[in-house]
């Protein structure tokens, strides 16, 4: 095993479980398809949870960040160990990112090297990519990254959600990379549900927060820093686009000195203060 696998196999700041909650996954099951599965019964989708009379108060939980808050108000609303699948309106309100970063903080607190990823599902709509997140996890006999639909296990848009074929998600710098080359559209990939956000700002946006969960920092899927901001008024140029060039070349190569290196420039930083 690589340096990198090791890194991705230790927990990062968003996805550092309280030694009190390591307890609660004491009965999760052992193999990381079982923990993606088990996760389903953690989290309920905002949508989901307005439909289910849930106090509006409580859809603000889809703003957290750190996965020990997630789970602290889970067992607020349920004191059970995590393998207890919860009632929908006892889970935790959040997104595609909260059910990937679950599951990846639960694998990472087992020494599982693994990954949530910030990119496309293009098995939802056809000819669109939708805004998503994954999970990757090392697979030690195969030595390779197995990617997991955790949300959508068991939901039947793909024949193997455990394990995605090529193209049935693309990560923010895959899908930018296909659109420098003409292969896509960009006016086709964006957010479900919304008639603006959507082509090749929503692309390079989605790359940057990819390069950022590399590095450990799986923010929200509105987190917005550097030139993102501009990105999405359509202010930013040809340089911007060469630096996006350069992150989905990083994203895809995966080695640990150039993503380092590259985070670390001023327009790819993620503030501190987002960090919570």
């Known amino acids: 095993m690589t340096d990198d696998m090791l890194d991705y196999a230790r927990p990062g700041l968003l996805t550092l479980l309280t030694p009190d909650q390591l307890g609660l996954i004491k009965g999760l099951p052992d193999d990381p398809v079982g923990v993606c599965a088990a996760v389903q019964g953690l989290v309920v989708q905002p949508t989901d949870a307005a439909a289910l009379g849930v106090p509006e108060e409580r859809l603000a939980e889809k703003n957290i960040r750190p996965v020990s808050a997630l789970v602290a108000t889970l067992t607020e609303l349920d004191p059970a160990p995590l393998h207890r699948a919860r009632t929908p309106e006892t889970r935790v309100v ?95 990939f964006g957010v479900l549900g919304t008639d603006h956000a959507w082509g090749p700002a929503e692309i ?29 008024e359509g202010t930013t140029g040809p340089d911007y686009d060469l630096l996006i060039d350069k992150v989905a070349e990083a994203c895809a190569a995966g080695d640990p000195a150039t993503l380092t290196r590259l985070s670390a420039t001023e327009e790819l930083t993620v503030p501190p203060h987002m960090i919570t």
Not at 112 to 126: D, L, N, T, V, Y
Not at 137 to 163: I, K, M, N, S
Request: charged letters at 25%; glycine letters at 12%; aromatic letters at 10%.
């Open 94 to 188: 959040g997104t595609c990112r909260h059910f990937a970063t679950l599951a990846c903080a639960i694998l990472r607190a087992r020494g599982i090297p693994s990954r949530a990823r910030c990119g496309f599902g293009m098995c939802f709509q056809e000819g669109r990519g939708l805004d998503h997140w994954i999970t990757e996890y090392w697979h030690a006999v195969e030595q390779r990254w197995v990617r997991v639909d955790t949300e959508h296990l068991g939901h039947g848009f793909v024949e193997h959600p455990e394990d995605l074929a090529p193209g049935e998600f693309l990560t923010g710098g895959e899908a930018w990379t296909r659109h420098r080359e003409g292969l896509i559209d960009p006016a086709r």
């Open 204 to 232: 390079s946006g989605n790359a940057v927060r990819d390069l950022a969960a590399l590095r450990k920092l799986e923010m929200l899927p509105w987190d917005e820093w550097g030139r993102m901001t501009e990105a999405y």
